[in-house]
C-alpha cells in the first residue's frame, strides 16, 4: 500500500529534511512513526499526502507514484485518503453531521447518499446521539472523534494521523487508539505519526523511528 524508496527531500538552503528513507507498508497495516520535534514526520507525512514532492527517491501509494500526480489526478488521491490532526478543526457554524459530511460533499456524493455514510461514522466512533449538536459544546475528546468520523466516512484505504492523541489525557488517547485498531482489522492502512512513547508501547503494532531526517529504526517484528 505504501512505498518509500530511497526517498530524500531538501528544501532550499537548508539541510535535508529527509535522508535516503526506504520502508514498505502492506494493505491493512497498522505502524507508529515516532521521532523527536524536528526529525522529519511531518514532512513525511506531506510527502505521503502529496503536499510535498520528494527530492530523490519514489513515494508509491497503491502501486501509483505520487510525483506523477498532477491537478485533478493529485485532489482525487487527497480525497481518498483519510486525514486525522492533533487538532479537528471543526467548522463550528456546522452540526456534528455537517461536519462529517463536508468530505461527500466536496468529493461529489449524491446528496441521497451521504445521512447513511455519516451515521454508520458517527456510529464507529460512538457519536450517534451528537449528529446534531454544535462541536462548540464537544469535549476535547468528542471533537477529535468527530475528526476521526470525517476522516473514515468516505471509507478510505489509508488513513494517515498526525499527533491525534497530542491534546488528551491518557484515558481518551488509548480509546481513539482502540479506534483505530478497529479500523486497522477492517483492513484500513493506518500511519500514526506520535510521540507518546506510552501510546506505542501500549499496541504490538510496528514502530517506524527517524532521527534528523533518516529511518533508524524499523521495528517490524511488534506487529507480529
Same mark, same amino acid.
Given at each position: 500500500m505504501i512505498e518509500f524508496e530511497s526517498v530524500s527531500k531538501v528544501y532550499d538552503g537548508q539541510?535535508?529534511?529527509?535522508?535516503?528513507?526506504?520502508? %514498505?507498508?502492506?494493505?491493512?497495516?497498522?505502524?507508529?512513526l515516532t521521532g523527536h520535534s524536528g526529525a522529519g514526520k511531518s514532512t513525511l507525512l506531506r510527502l505521503l499526502l502529496g503536499l510535498e514532492k520528494a527530492? /530523490?527517491?519514489? +513515494? $508509491? +501509494?497503491?502501486?501509483?507514484? !505520487?510525483?506523477?500526480?498532477?491537478?485533478? %489526478?493529485?485532489?482525487?488521491y487527497r480525497r481518498r485518503v483519510g486525514v486525522v490532526f492533533q487538532d479537528p478543526n471543526l467548522e463550528e457554524d456546522l452540526t456534528v453531521f455537517d461536519n462529517v459530511a463536508l468530505p461527500? $460533499?466536496?468529493?461529489?456524493? %449524491?446528496?441521497?447518499?451521504?445521512? %447513511?455514510?455519516?451515521?454508520?461514522?458517527?456510529?464507529?466512533?460512538?457519536?450517534?446521539? /451528537?449528529?446534531?449538536?454544535?462541536?462548540r459544546v464537544?469535549?476535547?475528546?468528542? /471533537? /477529535? $472523534?468527530?475528526?476521526?468520523?470525517?476522516?473514515?466516512?468516505?471509507?478510505p484505504a489509508l488513513v494517515v494521523a498526525d499527533e491525534p492523541t497530542g491534546n488528551l489525557d491518557p484515558e481518551l488517547s488509548a480509546r481513539v487508539m482502540r479506534m483505530f485498531t478497529q479500523f486497522q482489522q477492517l483492513g484500513v492502512t493506518i500511519l500514526v505519526a506520535t510521540h507518546e512513547r506510552a501510546v506505542v508501547e501500549s499496541l504490538p503494532f510496528r514502530?517506524?523511528?527517524?532521527? $534528523?531526517?533518516? !529511518?533508524?529504526?524499523?521495528d517490524v517484528g511488534a506487529s507480529r
Open positions: 539541510r535535508p529534511a529527509l535522508s535516503n528513507v526506504t520502508f %514498505k507498508l502492506a494493505p491493512g497495516e497498522m505502524a507508529f527530492s /530523490q527517491g519514489a +513515494v $508509491r +501509494v497503491a502501486g501509483t507514484d !505520487l510525483a506523477s500526480l498532477n491537478g485533478e %489526478k493529485l485532489a482525487r461527500l $460533499r466536496i468529493a461529489g456524493f %449524491k446528496e441521497a447518499d451521504i445521512p %447513511k455514510r455519516v451515521n454508520a461514522a458517527l456510529s464507529r466512533v460512538d457519536l450517534s446521539d /451528537q449528529a446534531m449538536t454544535s462541536p464537544l469535549s476535547g475528546g468528542q /471533537q /477529535q $472523534r468527530v475528526g476521526i468520523a470525517r476522516a473514515i466516512v468516505h471509507r514502530h517506524l523511528t527517524i532521527e $534528523r531526517g533518516r !529511518l533508524v529504526s524499523d
